[in-house]
């Protein structure tokens, strides 16, 4: 068994998601080193793009900012941010991640306030940026977070970007494009999906070092858990190498094995 | 049309079509010299109470040397347009200048952290606040430039930032879909910083746009700041390469380094040591006033504040980790 930490086993399970030839709007950090994983492995012809405008980049250096000039070096377009929206909207993009500073159990989340109420918050955080266009508009959206009860929530205290809202048929009825949603949700416990039926969030495997009990206490909802619960498939050797030495040379993002 | 669903927040700036055509009927079509300094720009064309624009994306070719101007000017009250609005509203928020914000993405300094005093701002209830996202805001910009009074989309349905939105839920008379309507911005002034620019105002960037020719094309002042003037000659040789023509243009302002310390593409790297400084220093107000006098009231111009930086030393450094210079030198 190698030896890796957490946030490797997130970016290698978020990398593994996505298939060579599809599309993947990231943002920077853990997202975008998945992706970048995903095209020194798997997925050779993934392409990505930064919602500030650039597309398909050679990322030999990861980016700092969304629109930094790594997010269109030796890339097919620096254009706008409608040159990203558009495609998104079109369902030309197919998976998404997002983060949040909490989470519900139809993957509704909130980046935008805590605490009081929305004209004078406890804590004011950055609001959408493009966090609700992509979740609006990608096929598959998914989320990398560390698992705890105060990310992991009964109810969000502001809906900044849809989940499955308060359901199954609730984003299509809200006028959502069909078929977009939650799709997976990467921790540093689990993996989790979402029921079809109840589009309720759902263990799909348990990392290595965790147990059932562990995901649950952590979690401030209750969980759903498949039928074909698992463990988590570790890093293998070859991927651990491409992270540390290809990708975050640095460990600014993987931080210390 | 019947509003299915109605937004609460407020709408800051008239989408009336009509209202903007008659302003832009009296905007100067004249091919003049516009070269002016930036402070004479800034007390020209920002007035307390205006609806402010800042063009880039926070971290990128956004006009910081026009933001220290107005924060040194001593604006107050200006609406302001965050779209994705990071470090510029960061030192905005140093003289409390702006009091009503369109919120795609403020307080946060993407994964460098969250700027403490603009969470304040937020958090003590002075400013007014209308949520938005990126896509909204652009397509607001985009109305504008068009000269219709709104655009259509299909998201933000359902949620929370719908709600405190300026957005308007409509049955789309052609397939029966509910789609979002979002109103054009007029914005009473933009600043955009760019590579190159000709005494008219003719100004041409490279890399990203963001929403910059939307925002170009709908503002009714524009002032450009840009790295460097270059003949007119030069400019038209080939029209194709022009972002902005002189005819949107009010005031053109040779600013070098008038992004720092954020990125220019093709020409700096953001200043990240600086960017954290500015992070951490918010955590203790005594710091913070010696910090803000020193970098932003205590410099005459953005040439003093670079020089206080570092200087010429500094940008030839950060051109290097722009171009990656610095990875092939340790490459050998």
Same mark, same amino acid.
């Given at each position: 068994?190698?030896?890796?930490?957490?946030?490797?086993?997130?970016?290698?399970?978020?990398?593994?998601? $996505?298939?060579? +030839?599809?599309?993947? +709007?990231?943002?920077?950090? @853990?997202?975008?080193?998945?992706?970048?994983?995903?095209? /020194?492995?798997?997925?050779?012809?993934?392409?990505? $793009?930064?919602?500030?405008?650039?597309? +398909?980049?050679?990322?030999?250096?990861?980016?700092?900012?969304?629109?930094?000039?790594?997010?269109?070096?030796?890339?097919?377009?620096?254009?706008?941010?409608?040159?990203?929206?558009?495609?998104?909207?079109?369902?030309?993009?197919?998976?998404?991640?997002?983060?949040?500073?909490?989470?519900?159990?139809?993957?509704?989340?909130?980046?935008?306030?805590?605490?009081?109420?929305?004209?004078?918050? /406890?804590?004011?955080?950055?609001?959408?940026?493009?966090?609700?266009?992509?979740?609006?508009?990608?096929?598959?959206?998914?989320?990398?977070?560390?698992?705890?009860?105060?990310?992991?929530?009964? /109810?969000?205290?502001?809906?900044?970007?849809?989940?499955?809202?308060?359901?199954?048929?609730?984003?299509?009825?809200?006028?959502?494009?069909?078929?977009?949603?939650?799709?997976?949700?990467?921790?540093?416990?689990?993996?989790?999906?979402?029921?079809?039926?109840?589009?309720?969030?759902?263990?799909?495997?348990?990392?290595?070092?965790?147990?059932?009990?562990?995901?649950?206490?952590?979690?401030?909802?209750?969980?759903?858990?498949?039928?074909?619960?698992?463990?988590?498939?570790?890093?293998?050797?070859?991927?651990?190498?491409? $992270?540390?030495?290809?990708?975050?040379?640095?460990?600014?993002?993987?931080?210390? @094995? | 049309? &019947?509003?299915?669903?109605?937004?609460?927040?407020?709408?800051?700036?008239?989408?009336?079509?009509?209202?903007?055509?008659?302003?832009?009927?009296?905007?100067?079509?004249?091919?003049?010299?516009?070269? &002016?300094?930036?402070?004479?720009?800034?007390?020209?064309?920002?007035?307390?109470?205006?609806?402010?624009?800042?063009?880039?994306?926070?971290?990128?070719?956004?006009?910081?040397?026009?933001?220290?101007?107005?924060?040194?000017?001593?604006?107050?009250?200006?609406?302001?347009?965050?779209?994705?609005? &990071?470090?510029?509203?960061?030192?905005?928020?140093?003289?409390?200048?702006?009091?009503?914000?369109?919120?795609?993405?403020?307080?946060?300094?993407?994964?460098?952290?969250?700027?403490?005093?603009?969470?304040?701002?937020?958090?003590?209830?002075?400013?007014?606040?209308?949520?938005?996202?990126?896509?909204?805001?652009?397509?607001?910009?985009?109305?504008?430039?068009?000269?219709?009074?709104?655009?259509?989309?299909?998201?933000?349905?359902?949620?929370? &930032?719908?709600?405190?939105?300026?957005?308007?839920?409509?049955?789309?008379?052609?397939?029966?879909?509910?789609?979002?309507?979002?109103?054009?911005?007029?914005?009473?002034?933009?600043?955009?910083?760019?590579?190159?620019?000709?005494?008219?105002?003719?100004?041409?960037?490279?890399?990203?746009?963001?929403? %910059?020719?939307?925002?170009?094309?709908?503002?009714?002042?524009?002032?450009?700041?840009?790295?460097?003037?270059?003949?007119?000659?030069?400019?038209?040789?080939?029209?194709?390469?022009?972002?902005?023509?002189?005819?949107?243009?009010?005031?053109?302002?040779?600013?070098?380094?008038?992004?720092?310390?954020?990125?220019?593409?093709?020409?700096?790297?953001?200043?990240?040591?600086?960017?954290?400084?500015?992070?951490?220093?918010?955590? %203790?107000?005594?710091?913070?006033?010696?910090?803000?006098?020193?970098?932003?009231?205590?410099?005459?111009?953005?040439? %003093?504040?670079?020089?206080?930086?570092?200087?010429?030393?500094?940008?030839?450094?950060?051109?290097?980790?722009?171009?990656?210079?610095?990875?092939?030198?340790?490459?050998?």
């Amino acid at each position: 068994m190698a030896d890796y930490n957490e946030m490797e086993l997130m970016i290698v399970v978020a990398a593994r998601e $996505l298939e060579d +030839g599809s599309s993947v +709007g990231v943002g920077t950090g @853990a997202p975008c080193a998945a992706a970048m994983l995903a095209q /020194k492995t798997h997925a050779p012809n993934l392409l990505i $793009l930064f919602e500030a405008g650039g597309v +398909g980049p050679d990322l030999v250096r990861m980016p700092i900012s969304v629109g930094d000039s790594r997010t269109f070096y030796h890339g097919v377009r620096a254009g706008s941010m409608s040159d990203i929206m558009e495609p998104c909207a079109r369902g030309m993009v197919d998976y998404t991640f997002l983060g949040g500073a909490q989470i519900d159990s139809y993957g509704n989340m909130n980046s935008t306030v805590i605490g009081g109420d929305h004209d004078h918050p /406890k804590v004011r955080l950055p609001g959408s940026g493009g966090a609700n266009d992509y979740a609006s508009y990608c096929w598959r959206t998914m989320v990398m977070t560390v698992h705890d009860r105060r990310r992991f929530v009964e /109810k969000v205290d502001f809906i900044t970007s849809p989940g499955y809202l308060t359901g199954a048929g609730a984003r299509e009825a809200a006028g959502l494009p069909v078929g977009t949603g939650p799709y997976r949700v990467i921790t540093n416990m689990a993996v989790l999906g979402y029921d079809d039926a109840t589009r309720r969030m759902m263990v799909l495997s348990i990392n290595p070092g965790y147990t059932r009990e562990d995901v649950q206490n952590a979690t401030g909802f209750e969980l759903l858990w498949s039928p074909d619960l698992g463990a988590t498939d570790e890093p293998t050797a070859e991927e651990l190498r491409i $992270l540390r030495e290809e990708i975050d040379p640095q460990r600014y993002f993987i931080g210390r @094995a | 049309m &019947t509003i299915l669903e109605q937004g609460i927040g407020e709408i800051f700036t008239n989408p009336d079509p009509d209202e903007a055509r008659a302003f832009f009927r009296t905007k100067s079509r004249r091919k003049s010299v516009k070269l &002016t300094e930036l402070a004479d720009a800034v007390t020209e064309y920002v007035h307390d109470g205006d609806y402010l624009v800042i063009g880039g994306f926070g971290a990128v070719r956004a006009p910081m040397a026009a933001v220290h101007e107005i924060v040194r000017q001593g604006r107050r009250n200006l609406g302001f347009a965050g779209h994705t609005s &990071t470090h510029d509203i960061q030192v905005l928020s140093v003289g409390g200048v702006y009091d009503r914000v369109d919120i795609a993405y403020v307080v946060g300094l993407e994964a460098r952290g969250l700027s403490k005093a603009c969470r304040s701002r937020f958090e003590s209830g002075e400013v007014t606040v209308t949520e938005d996202s990126n896509h909204g805001l652009a397509l607001r910009f985009k109305a504008a430039a068009m000269g219709v009074p709104f655009l259509p989309m299909r998201n933000t349905l359902g949620t929370d &930032t719908f709600r405190y939105s300026t957005g308007r839920t409509v049955e789309c008379p052609f397939t029966g879909k509910k789609v979002v309507l979002k109103p054009a911005l007029y914005a009473d002034v933009a600043f955009i910083h760019v590579h190159e620019a000709d005494v008219y105002g003719n100004a041409r960037f490279r890399g990203i746009q963001i929403s %910059d020719l939307d925002v170009a094309n709908s503002a009714k002042h524009v002032v450009i700041t840009a790295e460097r003037l270059i003949p007119h000659e030069e400019m038209v040789r080939t029209p194709e390469t022009i972002s902005i023509p002189y005819y949107l243009v009010d005031a053109v302002c040779e600013v070098p380094g008038g992004a720092y310390p954020v990125a220019m593409p093709y020409e700096y790297y953001s200043d990240e040591e600086h960017l954290k400084q500015w992070l951490t220093v918010e955590q %203790d107000a005594e710091k913070y006033d010696a910090f803000v006098q020193e970098y932003v009231y205590g410099c005459r111009d953005h040439a %003093d504040y670079i020089q206080k930086r570092g200087g010429a030393a500094l940008m030839r450094e950060l051109r290097r980790v722009e171009l990656n210079l610095d990875m092939e030198a340790h490459h050998g």
